[in-house]
């Protein structure tokens, strides 16, 4: 064994130099793999930075367009509860003059209700027909002799 040794030492030693050489071939071949694909993955690396670069500029403009159809959006809601809240307060009068009217129709009814039960000459009266000439006025029809068909003898004027 010491021999193979011995043997395999001195074929080494007489091929120094070529052995010298081919690592250094070796190592200039490594080098150039490396630094093929350290060029390509570089390559590539700024591609993909360039492409989300641009998407990035591209979503930022969107958002952009978003953020401003929100300022709108916001705006129009805040117009659109200022004027609910005028249209509630509108509402609620309409209501309270619609519930006035209807209690001094109650109170009038009552009162010719009254009035039939105590007063007989009231009573009469009240049950006799009204004129033509009267109950258009009162049943909204148009009256006769009257130049425009506009119920309750309002001929000729705008309606409103």
């Excluded at 081919?22 to 190592?27: E, H």
């Excluded at 709108?72 to 004027?83: F, G, N, P, W």
């Excluded at 609910?84 to 009217?101: C, V, W, Y």
């Excluded at 109950?135 to 002799?145: E, I």
Aim: include cysteine; charge should be neutral.
């Amino acid at each position: 064994m010491a021999m193979l040794l011995s043997s395999a030492w001195s074929y080494l030693s007489g091929k120094a130099r070529l052995i010298v050489e081919y690592v250094l071939i070796l190592v200039v071949i490594i080098l150039g793999v490396y630094g093929t694909m350290a060029y390509f993955r570089t390559k590539s690396l700024t591609e993909s930075t360039l492409d989300l670069s641009q998407r990035l500029g591209q979503v930022k403009g969107t958002l952009d367009q978003q953020v401003d159809a929100n300022k709108d959006q916001d705006k129009a809601i805040s117009e659109l509860k200022r004027l609910r809240e005028i249209d509630s307060q509108a509402l609620d009068g309409l209501h309270n003059e619609l519930d006035k009217a209807d209690t001094k129709g109650q109170t009038l009814r009552d009162k010719v209700r009254q009035l039939e039960k105590t007063n007989a000459d009231a009573k009469a009266l009240l049950d006799t027909a009204v004129p033509a000439a009267v109950g258009c006025v009162l049943d909204g029809t148009p009256c006769p002799g009257s130049s425009s068909n506009v119920p309750d003898g309002r001929a000729g004027t705008p309606s409103r």
